[in-house]
């Protein structure tokens, strides 16, 4: 059983009332569509259509690269533009297939079934061909990820609704609009695995999801809601495993290994529109806000939408930003150019007024110990950051840098200002680098 | 539009800094400081403005000819020097500050490298050098006449007016043979008693001491351990068993309250891990009882303190924290 939280973690201002009262609005985009066609982990998908075809909203538009690879599908209907590379939200160029719509939405024709006559083959083939992927962030192709080596032995499918990041409440919407997608999605996940519980996950700054989810999940033995503690990363996948289960996972294992399967809301959503209805993923939910933000806003967009038009329609900026951020304050991706598109794991916009991270200076450490007592992963973020700066990936391989989740709590408490997670992360990039060779 | 800024995440930082929990600590060692100078009259706030000054000064100097960036501001050196002053005795010359503020200064924190550099706590390390090269003042504890009416005069009463130890502290007459009473316990609590301007009061230093607890400074594990591992060693081997008399006074009595609460906690030389800390209590609580017991002084905090910073490397090497889900099995 798990305790329903962890140790370590912190509580930074959470930003969510500026946006969590906002119904999620359906925007239809106005210009051209671009579709990165790398939007997942694993090989990129390969374009299936070529400059002047004309597309429809749900056409497959590049296949899976792969067996771990998503194929990406047009949102819209219109004519391809070319294909091009373009800047993403990772702040890299990639390869990109341009859409001009042609402002008809037509789609092509869905194949609703019935998930209970479906078998599983039927069904990881329908999530596969719907290009679902993980949208919590990561990307993960979905099939592959429901598709362990011994299905009998997961025990737990966890539905991951903690929205611990602050500012965004676009999860937080989802479940308390649409819970019975989310209940949905959670039993076709179950009819994968035989053995497993369902569980769906929520913090407890988010009692009104939980209450409107246990309706929804009413007369459902194999489902339970489970309200966690509140607090920074509880979504990471380790701490949500620990906290809903008490099963723990190091970075060489996968969820499987503990028996479990954790997808986000916004996923599991889409896996039902995938396997129910036949839709494939080409719409998300995503929170536009911050106090740059006249009128912050959760959308329902196209993936393919640009994020400029997104900031529009929330009212434009009431200040000049001094950072904008894709995704979360904790996790994101700073932008410096707002003209990219909206992909399967594209989760916010959050516009700052000021950025407070650069309003100081690092200064020295003096060893306080703060980023110990809140590191989630419990290594020693302040020797790890020394040993990276000193290129010491010895120590830092014994010290346990491999362990870090990245969650980014030993920047946000350090006094001293030092960017103890970004030295952590460079470092481990080039470790795991050599762990692979 | 401006340049929009980058930079790694996380794009939010904590509102406390060095320099508020700096302020913190100089904030939870006023009540022992204004007892001090209330105790002990004028010349023991001289001694204190002097040791800040030096410090604060010495460190500017340096950093200003060594061409580093200024770092005075970040009330470091404020610490550094009032925590020397405290641990001076009242009546000691005004040059004796000086000369600890710029051995703590120059020698101990800025040759090391500066802040979070320092091998040893440079208030104890002065106070280290000054009593080994001026014993005679630095174990003087005799009072001046006009605040020789706040202190009680415990010592002479107990040793029948023996003129001889009236400049020793309450701690060296009870290892002398003294017993200890009630009226003691309470002047040692309370703080009426001699010893250096700031560890006699055993309230003030706990108040300060729950404050930086409560204000998420400090933790309790270094204190506990440290005081909770010394009385466990009086105990056995101070040779009056478990005598919560003796024990009160060997903890409230001696510099064993600032050093437990102040010192020994200061971030830079004590362990980074929690085991380590735990860790290091216990074998400050040992030493502090070696030294007590079977030392030649009737005190031995000080140095307790800084031959344990010197182990805090070896320590922390051998408490490396088992990360989560370190040596985690597959689930069957």
């Known amino acids: ?437 | 539009m401006e340049k929009l800024r980058v930079s790694s995440n996380p794009h939010d930082r904590s509102r406390v800094t060095t320099n508020q929990i700096m302020l913190m600590v100089v904030i939870a060692l006023l009540p022992a400081t204004v007892f001090g100078i209330f105790n002990f009259g004028l010349n023991a706030f001289l001694l204190i403005v002097i040791s800040i000054v030096t410090c604060v000064l010495t460190e500017g100097i340096y950093e200003m000819l060594m061409h580093k960036k200024l770092t005075v501001t970040d009330f470091s050196a404020v610490v550094t020097g009032l925590l020397l002053a405290l641990n001076l005795p009242p009546e000691a010359p005004w040059w004796i500050p000086i000369l600890g503020g710029v051995f703590a200064i120059l020698i101990v924190k800025q040759l090391f490298g500066g802040l979070g550099q320092n091998i040893m706590n440079p208030a104890l390390a002065a106070r280290c050098f000054l009593l080994l090269s001026f014993t005679g003042i630095m174990t003087d504890f005799s009072v001046s006449p006009y605040a020789q009416n706040h202190i009680a005069d415990v010592v002479s009463s107990a040793t029948q007016g023996a003129d001889a130890v009236s400049g020793a502290t309450l701690l060296a007459e009870i290892k002398a043979g003294t017993a200890v009473d009630g009226s003691m316990l309470l002047d040692m609590f309370v703080g009426n008693i001699r010893g250096t301007i700031g560890e006699t009061s055993a309230i003030a230093l706990l108040i300060g001491g729950i404050f930086l607890v409560a204000m998420k400074v400090i933790s309790l594990r270094i204190p506990l351990t440290y005081i909770g591992s010394f009385a466990v060693f009086y105990a056995i081997f101070g040779g009056h068993g478990i005598d919560p008399m003796y024990l009160a006074a060997e903890i409230c009595g001696g510099g064993l309250m600032l050093g437990a609460w102040f010192m020994a906690t200061d971030y830079v030389t004590a362990p980074l891990t929690r085991n380590g800390q735990l860790v290091y209590g216990v074998i400050l609580g040992i030493l502090t009882g070696i030294f007590r017991v079977f030392g030649g002084s009737a005190e031995g905090v000080s140095y307790a303190i800084i031959f344990s910073n010197l182990l805090v490397p070896l320590i922390e090497r051998v408490t490396v924290p088992r990360a989560f889900g370190k040596g985690g099995k597959r689930h069957e």
Do not use: W
Request: glycine content about 10%; overall charge neutral.
């Open chain 1, 1 to 437: 059983m798990g305790l329903l939280t962890f140790k370590g973690g912190i509580h930074p201002y959470d930003g969510k009332a500026l946006s969590k009262d906002k119904p999620i609005r359906r925007l239809l985009p106005k210009g051209l569509l671009v579709y990165p066609l790398s939007q997942h982990i694993g090989a990129p998908a390969k374009p299936v259509v070529k400059k002047g075809d004309h597309v429809l909203a749900g056409q497959v538009i590049a296949e899976a690269g792969g067996f771990v690879s998503a194929p990406v599908h047009a949102s819209v209907s219109g004519t391809v533009k070319g294909i091009e590379d373009r800047l993403t939200n990772v702040g890299t160029m990639a390869s990109c297939i341009i859409v001009e719509n042609d402002g008809a939405y037509e789609s092509v024709e869905y194949h609703p079934a019935d998930p209970q006559k479906l078998s599983k083959e039927e069904i990881l083939a329908r999530i596969r061909e719907g290009g679902v992927v993980g949208m919590g962030g990561a990307g993960f192709p979905t099939h592959v990820k429901l598709a362990p080596k011994e299905p009998d032995k997961i025990d737990y499918v966890l539905v991951n609704g903690a929205e611990c990041e602050p500012y965004l409440t676009s999860d937080y919407r989802r479940m308390l609009e649409e819970p019975e997608l989310i209940v949905g999605g959670l039993k076709i996940m179950l009819r994968l695995f035989d053995n497993a519980k369902g569980y769906i996950c929520v913090e407890d700054n988010k009692q009104d999801c939980a209450e409107k989810l246990r309706q929804a999940c009413q007369g459902e033995s194999r489902i339970e809601v489970k309200v966690m503690k509140t607090k920074y990363p509880q979504g990471a996948e380790r701490m949500m495993i620990y906290a809903a289960t008490g099963r723990k996972i190091n970075s060489s294992m996968l969820p499987a290994d503990a028996g479990c399967v954790v997808d986000n809301v916004d996923t599991v959503a889409a896996i039902y529109k995938a396997v129910a209805l036949g839709e494939p993923l080409m719409h998300r939910t995503v929170t536009v806000t911050g106090d740059a933000i006249r009128d912050p806003q959760n959308f329902c967009v196209c993936t393919g939408t640009n994020y400029a038009e997104l900031i529009d329609e929330a009212g434009g900026f009431y200040v000049e930003p001094q950072k904008v951020v894709s995704g979360g304050p904790m996790m994101g991706f700073a932008l410096y150019d707002l003209n990219i598109p909206v992909t399967k794991t594209s989760s916010a916009v959050l516009c700052m007024k000021e950025d407070i991270a650069s309003q100081r200076e690092p200064s020295a450490c003096i060893n306080c110990g703060r980023c110990v007592d809140v590191c989630p992963g419990r290594v020693l973020p302040a020797k790890l950051a020394v040993f990276a700066e000193h290129h010491d990936e010895e120590n830092f391989l014994k010290y346990n840098g491999l362990e870090c989740c990245e969650c980014g709590c030993c920047s946000y408490i350090c006094p001293a200002r030092r960017p103890l997670t970004q030295a952590i992360k460079s470092m481990r990039k080039i470790a795991l680098a050599h762990r692979k060779k």
